[in-house]
């Protein structure tokens, strides 16, 4: 008996030993774990969001009365559709707040992702932040904002590259030399500065051309209108006029048309209101961003991003713009331009 009460003994400090071997090789694994997880975060490589569990693509522009906005919430619309999404498309009217209460609106709808035209380089971080934190990626178009690995894509114009281009038209068409006004769009968008910049890039080569006013004009016609009005009666010398968008260039063209005037006027966007423009000579040319084909890019990258974790593109992604002029203008439409 004593012999079976040992040999009992022993069995049981062995399932003991074993139990505390096998309790201590899962601690191990679970610490290998979240070492190896702390190690993919110090590499940058995040596990990819899931969405909010529903099937809608919330798409966030601008005002759609911008025949721009307009394309993008369209064209992303019509994409994310085709892909067998549900679409929710609003617009923020370039107000931050309600932009932020868009977000907010989007993850209450658990959104599997989130297509946006942002309100604000600066102001649209946080709601980007709360978006990833509920687990809905935003992939943004047309505007970047001012910090990386919030969004999942930036796809934007390649300003710089359009505006450079559209500027050489507009020295050309001034026989470089001449007084020019600029109008300028919203200064809280960064666009705005790049095309202003790449603009001056251009013309500031050329000693004989003098800008003698620059006003900001918010990307809207009729504010250009009023603007271009008063600047035309302080220098009736005006002898041409750049402008940030092609909103503001409609604008332009209707006040030189009341004073009877008609100047080499620049825009960038590549709107059909633009190519009427151009074509009846009213105004020189545009720089197409081509709207149509980056939102449906953010959709077609938003999809395989949900199915697949990845976009396989990097996180900034420039699209070049197209110097539209006379000479090609009769291959836009829709801010398509077909070759």
Same mark, same amino acid.
């Given at each position: 008996?004593?012999?079976?009460?040992?040999?009992?003994?022993?069995?049981?400090?062995?399932?003991?030993?074993?139990?505390?071997?096998?309790?201590?090789?899962?601690?191990?694994?679970?610490?290998?774990? *979240?070492?190896?997880?702390?190690?993919?975060?110090?590499?940058?490589?995040?596990?990819?969001?899931?969405?909010?569990?529903?099937? &809608?693509?919330?798409?966030?522009?601008?005002?759609?009365?911008?025949?721009?906005?307009?394309?993008?919430?369209?064209?992303?619309?019509?994409?994310?559709?085709?892909?067998?999404?549900?679409?929710?498309?609003?617009?923020?009217?370039?107000?931050?707040?309600?932009?932020?209460?868009?977000?907010?609106?989007? &993850?209450?709808?658990?959104?599997?992702? &989130?297509?946006?035209?942002?309100?604000?380089?600066?102001?649209?971080?946080e709601a980007v932040k709360k978006a990833r934190e509920a687990g809905i990626p935003t992939f943004l178009i047309d505007r970047e904002i001012n910090a990386e690995g919030v969004a999942i894509s930036q796809i934007v114009a390649n300003n710089y590259q359009g505006a450079k281009a559209i500027a050489e038209k507009f020295v050309e068409a001034m026989g470089?030399?001449?007084?020019?006004?600029?109008?300028?769009?919203? *200064?809280?968008?960064?666009?705005?500065?790049?095309?202003?910049?790449?603009?001056?890039?251009?013309?500031?080569?050329?000693?004989?051309?003098?800008?003698?006013?620059?006003?900001?004009?918010?990307? *809207?016609?009729?504010?250009?209108?009023?603007?271009?009005?008063?600047?035309?009666?302080?220098?009736?010398?005006?002898?041409?006029?750049?402008?940030?968008?092609?909103?503001?260039?409609?604008?332009v063209c209707a006040a030189l048309e009341a004073a009877n005037k008609t100047l080499p006027v620049i825009g960038v966007d590549g709107s059909d209101e633009a190519a009427a423009l151009i074509k009846s000579g009213k105004a020189t040319g545009t720089a197409l961003q081509q709207f149509a084909v980056i939102a449906e890019m953010a959709v077609v990258q938003a999809d395989k991003y949900l199915k697949e974790g990845t976009t396989g593109e990097d996180e900034k992604q420039l699209v070049d713009c197209v110097a539209i002029t006379k000479d090609n203008v009769d291959k836009l439409s829709g801010f398509v331009f077909t070759e």
């Open positions: 008996m004593k012999g079976f009460k040992k040999v009992l003994s022993m069995l049981l400090v062995t399932a003991m030993i074993g139990t505390m071997a096998i309790g201590c090789g899962a601690k191990e694994d679970d610490k290998k774990e *979240e070492t190896k997880t702390e190690e993919k975060k110090d590499a940058g490589e995040e596990e990819a969001l899931k969405g909010g569990g529903s099937n &809608i693509i919330y798409v966030v522009t601008p005002s759609v009365s911008n025949p721009a906005f307009k394309a993008e919430a369209d064209t992303a619309t019509a994409k994310a559709k085709e892909l067998g999404y549900e679409v929710k498309a609003v617009s923020h009217d370039d107000d931050p707040t309600k932009q932020t209460e868009l977000f907010d609106s989007a &993850i209450a709808d658990k959104a599997a992702a &989130i297509i946006c035209d942002n309100a604000g380089a600066d102001a649209t971080v470089e030399k001449g007084k020019y006004v600029e109008l300028l769009g919203k *200064e809280s968008d960064t666009n705005a500065g790049v095309r202003s910049s790449a603009f001056h890039e251009v013309i500031d080569q050329y000693p004989d051309m003098e800008m003698v006013a620059q006003q900001t004009a918010n990307w *809207e016609k009729t504010e250009a209108y009023d603007k271009m009005e008063a600047m035309l009666q302080a220098n009736p010398d005006i002898e041409g006029v750049i402008c940030g968008n092609d909103t503001m260039l409609e604008g």
